[in-house]
């Protein structure tokens, strides 16, 4: 129990040490680290938390590490309190080096926030940020199969993301009412809830 409590914590501070760009990006550190690598849980379980998630008040990727948290430990035979250890554990994890890395920035930003390779270096992690964004999206939603002999892969939608056209329809229409008539996403994800309540 120990051992995996560790690797959990080791896993989750390094996903929060090499993450830029808030929660959104943090998804596909999370989904390479605990679905591909170490394998705790598998993709569906994972596409549930992130759904759950999202739903829930606070930052995505600080909600989505406390409920892998408690997933791992349940897969893993643990339950109650342990669970809740696991949670804990994943959520400080997380949001430690962000702590770290905020005192030690602080105290030499005031010197060097008007340096132009600073600022260089900040608009370079911009288009990193939404590729990272962009990655856990086409993760969530294809599966890559690279095919021997070819230069190009295979690619399948994943079915349990996209059940039917009806899930491909409450997509379409969130990402219309966000990009095209800048509603408010909170009202997009209470109206996305309701109609998969009634439709599902």
């Not at 808030?22 to 998804?27: K, P, S, T």
């Amino acid at each position: 129990m120990l051992a995996l409590l560790f690797d959990i914590f080791w896993t989750f501070f390094i996903i929060g040490l090499f993450n830029f760009g808030g929660g959104g990006a943090m998804i596909s550190l999370i989904q390479d680290s605990i679905v591909t690598t170490h394998q705790w849980i598998d993709a569906a379980t994972f596409t549930d938390i992130l759904a759950i998630s999202q739903t829930t008040p606070g930052p995505i990727g600080i909600n989505c590490a406390t409920y892998v948290g408690y997933e791992v430990m349940h897969a893993a035979g643990y339950s109650g309190a342990i669970g809740v250890a696991g949670s804990a554990v994943a959520t400080l994890a997380v949001v430690l080096p962000s702590f770290i890395v905020f005192f030690l920035l602080m105290k030499i930003f005031n010197r060097f926030h008007n340096d132009p390779r600073f600022t260089t270096m900040m608009s370079a992690l911009k288009p990193a940020t939404a590729g990272l964004i962009g990655a856990a999206a086409l993760i969530l939603s294809f599966n890559i199969i690279p095919v021997e002999g070819s230069f190009l892969p295979k690619v399948e939608i994943i079915s349990y993301n996209f059940p039917d056209w009806k899930s491909g329809a409450l997509f379409a229409g969130a990402f219309a009412a966000t990009y095209f008539f800048k509603a408010n996403p909170i009202y997009v994800i209470l109206a996305g809830g309701i109609l998969g309540l009634i439709i599902y």
